[in-house]
Nanobody, 125 residues
């Protein structure tokens, strides 16, 4: 089992920055992908960014050039640095982890085995 705890959400003005953290514990040695998803009211949960065990990263088009996903293996923590925030970035952000390759793509919620409780990010205009 893996436990994920997010932190770092809050209220920020448009154009500002936030850094989300996802602290992992448990059987994390087998994790091969870490991701951040987000879900705004009335919408489906969507992938924001993913980082694979080899360091490859990918982002949804709407955040490319503004968000950066990274990890600190020594601290068992994954980060999402969010710059130039926009009101449309407002959502609950979730950390997720995948323990083995499966039939789902990196973008699909079903492909992840472990989830955090979520942290609210609100961007005011």
């Amino acid at each position: 089992q893996v436990q994920l705890v997010e932190s770092g959400g809050g209220l920020v003005q448009a154009g500002g920055s936030l850094r989300l953290s996802c602290a992992a514990s448990g059987s994390i040695a087998d994790i091969n992908a870490w991701a951040w998803f987000r879900q705004a009211p009335g919408t489906l949960r969507e992938l924001v960014a993913v980082i694979l065990s080899g360091g490859y990263t990918n982002y949804v088009d709407s955040v490319k050039g503004r968000f950066t996903i990274s990890r600190d293996n020594a601290k068992n923590t994954v980060y999402l640095q969010m710059d130039s925030l926009k009101p449309e970035d407002t959502a609950v952000y979730y950390c997720a982890a995948r323990s083995a390759p499966n039939v789902y793509s990196d973008y699909e919620v079903e492909g992840y085995d472990y989830w955090g409780q979520g942290t609210q990010v609100t961007v005011s205009s």
